[in-house]
């Protein structure tokens, strides 16, 4: 390429492109009159209709049918009925749509970390590259043609394809087939536009990849809906989203780091479990067909992680995925992602000091300071020391009356009552003090707050404090108004065990649906002897919730979502 054409012919793209033409417009979606198996059917038989039409020589205008008179509103609308005939036509003229491999050589980062600020405006290079991306604009000027591809990471970069350089053929079908959202291949050499861009001035192109489906519009937010029924959408078109799958995965490549550094050893325990217990939780019910048997999804691991302690396994953990058939809001859903761990002759204090290093070294691991910068720009300190309250001390203080563990359940009713307290169905000593605690404090902890010694009756897993009778030795931990882990010294007395698991089964025959069942087969192992221990359980979607700033659905990348037609 000459020097004249340089200057004449490479510009770069716009901030904002003010020509961007395919928008997807927010529509109302209504329950379809037909099955499944026919919707899809339809489809199929719209698909046909278009490719033998583009087969019998119709031009791309003349198969497709924007009102679609004959298949009715629930077949394709225009745009993937035009997108649909292109795909036909690439086919007919022996031009692969999904081909198998490309002459891929370089990624859109690497080039941007070689080239980026080292070319003056109009500079050119003899390093040619092979590169991939989504395309997100397209100008066509004429003989040439400006793309933005963007990789899965978002960084973009500037194609040019240039009638001079690859032919008016190559260059007219390109503008007869790309669309915004297709996968692109192009090789050629870097340069730099006469504005600076950087590019890659094209010498072959080819379809990585047509997509069927349009974008949405890129430069306008994407509204709840779409970015929680579809989060690829979500990835494709918010840097936001992109970022929260990848702090994801390094807050859980950071928890099992600092796990490795104390020497915990992962395992996989059941997801399946003929006895849901480890938690207070109302549990997902299925049928295994091969043993005609009723199975809980399992909604903790502890039982199972216990075991392991029995068994020689002194420092274990799991990160696993947990399912509580409950209700759901910012920082609840029915599927979700725990990271249990425990540690023989440990207790509530040891595992306190570790879970306070889990969250303070994911910090710094993701975002590079224990403080934090929140989605609503907001700082938030996860460093220094944390603080600590006693649950019965700090109701008492509360309420300007004293109340322990001997406080009776009709005086507690009464006091609920007075202050307009929910009650449960299913009432004892311990549920009616945290109902109470919580009214006052619960949404109020905005720092690091460990609240300890919980009510014997609301923790049935736990060993009995050492010096405080009817309470046990129990933590939570509240961040920015809400309960993050939860930390225990372990109860390891069999015959505890049973008497905890008798209640709760006697609280589950009147009908609390949160109470465990008798659990034989763990007092077995209890019985064979567990070490003193201590324990965690920690929400993975919570602790990027307190991370971040956002909410449960838009930390878990796929979240459960009703369906419309339900």
Avoid at 107 to 116: E, G, P, Q
Avoid at 552 to 558: A, L, P, V
Wanted: a negative charge.
């Amino acid at each position: 390429m000459t020097e004249q054409n340089t200057n004449n012919e490479h510009e770069a793209l716009p901030e904002t492109p003010a020509d961007e033409t395919v928008v997807v417009e927010d529509e109302e979606v209504t329950a379809p009159s037909m099955s499944t198996v026919e919707r899809a059917e339809l489809l199929l038989r719209q698909d046909e209709t278009i490719t033998r039409r583009i087969d019998e020589g119709a031009t791309l205008d003349e198969a497709i049918d924007p009102s679609n008179k004959e298949f009715g509103p629930l077949a394709h609308p225009e745009q993937v009925q035009m997108r649909v005939a292109k795909r036909a036509m690439m086919l007919k003229d022996g031009l692969n749509p999904y081909p198998v491999s490309l002459d891929v050589t370089s990624t859109i980062d690497a080039v941007r970390a070689k080239w980026d600020g080292k070319l003056e405006p109009g500079a050119e290079t003899d390093d040619v590259v092979g590169i991939a991306g989504r395309v997100l604009f397209i100008r066509n000027a004429g003989g040439l043609c400006f793309v933005q591809l963007a990789a899965g990471d978002g960084t973009t970069i500037q194609a040019m394809l240039s009638k001079k350089q690859i032919g008016a053929d190559s260059l007219k079908l390109f503008k007869q087939l790309v669309d915004l959202g297709d996968h692109l291949f192009v090789k050629g050499r870097v340069i730099a536009s006469k504005t600076g861009e950087l590019s890659v001035f094209a010498d072959e192109w080819a379809i990585a990849s047509k997509a069927l489906q349009p974008l949405p519009t890129l430069h306008k937010e994407l509204n709840e809906d779409t970015r929680t029924r579809k989060p690829y959408i979500g990835m494709i078109a918010d840097e936001r989203i992109r970022n929260m799958v990848r702090n994801r995965s390094k807050a859980v490549s950071s928890l099992r780091h600092t796990f490795e550094e104390h020497d915990f050893l992962e395992v996989e325990t059941p997801m399946l479990q003929t006895i849901h217990g480890g938690a207070a939780a109302r549990p997902f019910t299925t049928h295994m067909n091969a043993f005609d048997l009723d199975l809980y999804l399992r909604i903790a691991p502890e039982l199972f992680l216990k075991r392991c302690l029995v068994g020689g396994i002194d420092r274990v953990f799991e990160i696993n995925r947990d399912f509580r058939n409950e209700g759901v809001d910012a920082t609840h859903a029915p599927e979700f992602t725990m990271v249990e761990a425990y540690e023989a002759y440990g207790n509530y204090d040891t595992i306190a000091k570790l879970v306070k290093e889990l969250i303070q070294k994911t910090a710094i691991d993701v975002f590079g300071s224990t403080k934090v910068t929140l989605l609503d720009g907001t700082e938030y300190d996860f460093g220094g020391e944390w603080k600590q309250m006693s649950m019965y001390d700090s109701l008492s203080e509360a309420l300007g009356q004293q109340i322990t563990p001997a406080t009776s359940v009709a005086e507690l009713g009464a006091i609920a009552d007075k202050l307009g307290v929910e009650r449960d169905e299913v009432e004892n000593h311990g549920k009616l003090v945290e109902h109470l605690w919580e009214h006052f404090y619960e949404d109020k902890l905005y720092e690091p707050t460990f609240v300890r010694d919980f009510p014997v009756e609301t923790s049935p897993l736990v060993k009995a404090h050492r010096s405080k009778p009817g309470v046990v030795e129990k933590w939570d931990l509240y961040v920015r108004g809400f309960e993050l882990a939860t930390g225990y010294s372990e109860l390891n007395d069999p015959i505890v065990q049973r008497e905890r698991f008798v209640a709760q089964a006697k609280d589950a025959l009147a009908g609390d649906e949160e109470a465990c069942d008798i659990d034989e087969d763990f007092l077995e192992a209890l019985g064979v002897g567990m070490p003193p221990a201590g324990g965690m359980g920690m929400g993975i979607d919570r602790l990027l919730i307190a991370l971040t700033g956002a909410t449960i659905r838009e930390t878990i990348t796929f979240p459960l979502v009703k369906p419309l037609n339900s």
